[in-house]
């Protein structure tokens, strides 16, 4: 563990081990890294194994590389409530049944990305169905909970699907033959005229998030990089209105950064005004999780899936949610799964249905 507060020169702040969950700052309010290897499937979309050991409804042991969650049957998170943030639910592998309190379902995996905005309150409810039946089912995801403003907090809930196909992707090789992959969910990246690139624009965020103000400066990117790679993590667009970055090295073994050489799995905090250079160690492929944006910088009153900015609002939503249950759950099961055969797709509130293929017909 290194701590550099104090050597302005360097572009690491600190560096600390990742823990569960991961630690964040402002605007982030938490991130978790779910890395399940669920085994084969059986019947029921559940894991073909026994549950024997394990505290079913709130199953968190990791047993054998993977936990059910709250699900018993399926594994996952069944109905639940939010109120006050967004969650970014970036899914690598494996599949998410999603379902919620406006009537809308969708299931999406294999770098898909749901970005919701709960706003004023929603439920809904997180199943991860395992379908194959002569193979493991692995299960990998990030889920990002983005703070809103306090303008925002009371917004109309709003869910948004970003298709792998449609997500924005770079790749960059350098002189000694490494490459680096990098996916843009959020963030414009690239900004630096001399490079002779344009920049890569994200898809629109959700309109009461955040990361829809032009000055928030908000990006998430993974990057992924071969053994030996180099690539410099450019300077963000308006560090100097106080933006702060955090880099996540979640998979690979050892990587420079910034001059400084770093252990995985960590977490690095660097400064958001300067490009950092990253050179990924010989041994094996590394993978990163890049979290920026400039802070809301208002306080943060939070109890469990509520997130607002004084006590008394909390008390206000918990209030709320006991007499609307944020409109009611309309399902007729908790954890709602869609089916062996169901493809890729989202059901938005009022019915309208979106397709991957829909948003890889849209760059063609």
Same mark, same amino acid.
């Given at each position: 563990?290194?701590?550099?507060?104090?050597?302005?020169?360097?572009?690491?702040?600190?560096?600390?081990?990742?823990?569960?969950?991961?630690?964040?700052?402002?605007?982030?309010?938490?991130?978790?890294?779910? =890395?399940?290897?669920?085994?084969?499937?059986?019947?029921?979309?559940?894991?073909?194994?026994?549950?024997?050991?394990?505290?079913?409804?709130?199953?968190?042991?990791?047993?054998?590389?993977?936990?059910?969650?709250?699900?018993?049957?399926?594994?996952?998170?069944?109905?639940?409530?939010?109120?006050?943030?967004?969650?970014?639910?970036?899914?690598?592998?494996?599949?998410?049944?999603?379902?919620?309190?406006?009537?809308?379902?969708?299931?999406?995996?294999?770098?898909?990305?749901?970005?919701?905005?709960?706003?004023?309150?929603?439920?809904?409810?997180?199943?991860?169905?395992?379908?194959?039946?002569?193979?493991?089912?692995?299960?990998?995801?990030?889920?990002?909970?983005?703070?809103?403003?306090?303008?925002?907090?009371?917004?109309?809930?709003?869910?948004?699907?970003?298709?792998?196909?449609?997500?924005?992707?770079?790749?960059?090789?350098?002189?000694?033959?490494?490459?680096?992959?990098?996916?843009?969910?959020?963030?414009?990246?690239?900004? =630096?005229?001399?490079? &002779?690139?344009?920049?890569?624009?994200?898809?629109?965020?959700?309109?009461?998030?955040?990361?829809?103000?032009?000055?928030?400066?908000?990006?998430?990117?993974?990057?992924?990089?071969?053994?030996?790679?180099?690539?410099?993590?450019?300077?963000?667009?308006?560090?100097?209105?106080?933006?702060?970055?955090?880099?996540?090295?979640?998979?690979?073994?050892?990587?420079?950064?910034?001059?400084?050489?770093?252990?995985?799995?960590?977490?690095?905090?660097?400064?958001?005004?300067?490009?950092?250079?990253?050179?990924? &160690?010989?041994?094996?492929?590394?993978?990163?999780?890049?979290?920026?944006?400039?802070?809301?910088?208002?306080?943060?009153?939070?109890?469990?899936?509520?997130?607002?900015?004084?006590?008394?609002?909390?008390?206000?939503?918990?209030?709320?949610?006991?007499?609307?249950?944020?409109?009611?759950?309309?399902?007729?099961?908790?954890?709602?799964?869609?089916?062996?055969?169901?493809?890729?797709?989202?059901?938005?509130?009022?019915?309208?249905?979106?397709?991957?293929?829909?948003?890889?017909?849209?760059?063609?």
């Amino acid at each position: 563990m290194s701590d550099n507060n104090n050597d302005n020169r360097s572009p690491v702040v600190q560096v600390k081990p990742l823990g569960f969950p991961w630690q964040t700052i402002d605007p982030f309010l938490f991130c978790v890294y779910h =890395d399940d290897a669920y085994p084969k499937a059986n019947g029921r979309m559940g894991p073909e194994a026994s549950l024997a050991g394990r505290q079913i409804g709130q199953d968190f042991s990791r047993k054998d590389g993977w936990s059910m969650y709250h699900g018993e049957t399926v594994p996952g998170f069944p109905s639940h409530p939010h109120r006050g943030f967004e969650t970014v639910t970036i899914v690598r592998k494996g599949l998410v049944d999603h379902s919620d309190s406006l009537g809308a379902t969708a299931r999406f995996g294999g770098g898909d990305v749901q970005w919701l905005t709960a706003g004023k309150g929603i439920v809904h409810s997180e199943m991860f169905p395992l379908l194959d039946a002569d193979a493991a089912n692995p299960l990998e995801l990030f889920q990002i909970w983005l703070n809103l403003p306090a303008k925002s907090k009371m917004a109309e809930p709003h869910f948004t699907m970003f298709w792998s196909e449609a997500i924005p992707r770079f790749v960059s090789d350098d002189a000694k033959g490494g490459r680096t992959e990098v996916a843009v969910i959020a963030g414009r990246l690239g900004d =630096d005229p001399s490079s &002779g690139r344009a920049p890569i624009q994200p898809l629109a965020p959700p309109p009461d998030s955040w990361a829809a103000q032009a000055d928030a400066d908000v990006a998430i990117w993974t990057l992924k990089m071969t053994p030996g790679a180099q690539w410099t993590l450019p300077a963000a667009a308006a560090a100097g209105e106080g933006t702060r970055r955090m880099l996540y090295f979640f998979k690979g073994a050892t990587a420079r950064v910034g001059g400084e050489q770093v252990q995985g799995p960590a977490a690095v905090e660097l400064r958001a005004d300067v490009a950092v250079e990253i050179v990924n &160690g010989d041994a094996e492929t590394s993978e990163f999780l890049v979290l920026q944006g400039r802070p809301i910088a208002e306080p943060v009153a939070q109890y469990g899936p509520f997130v607002m900015n004084t006590q008394a609002e909390i008390s206000q939503t918990m209030a709320d949610y006991r007499r609307t249950q944020f409109g009611g759950w309309p399902w007729e099961d908790p954890a709602p799964v869609h089916g062996h055969d169901a493809p890729r797709f989202a059901r938005h509130p009022g019915g309208r249905e979106e397709l991957p293929a829909e948003a890889a017909g849209k760059l063609a």
